[in-house]
């Protein structure tokens, strides 16, 4: 019963740790320091994606659409084919 209570103590302790911003903020860092190249690509790659957001806000939403259109198609035949 001890070990079932101390465990349960650790498990909140690690789930306060992990929801904590400040930590999420400093592995963020941690991962740009550990990788700047990366960084640097998707710092570019989102920034694209912003000009090319504001400069037609319809075609991400279009993009979305899209897959979900394709998501719905593949669980449709999936579901399909998986009966017997």
Do not use: N, Y
Not at 30 to 59: F, I
Not at 74 to 80: N, Q, V
């Amino acid at each position: 019963m001890l070990q079932c209570d101390a465990r349960r103590l650790l498990l909140a302790a690690e789930w306060r740790k992990l929801s904590s911003p400040e930590r999420w903020l400093a592995e963020a860092g941690d991962l740009a320091l550990r990788h700047p190249l990366w960084t640097a690509l998707l710092t570019a790659a989102s920034g694209a994606l912003a000009v090319r957001t504001l400069r037609k806000p319809g075609l991400i939403l279009g993009g979305i659409g899209q897959l979900g259109k394709l998501a719905s198609l593949a669980f449709s035949a999936w579901r399909l084919l998986g009966r017997k």
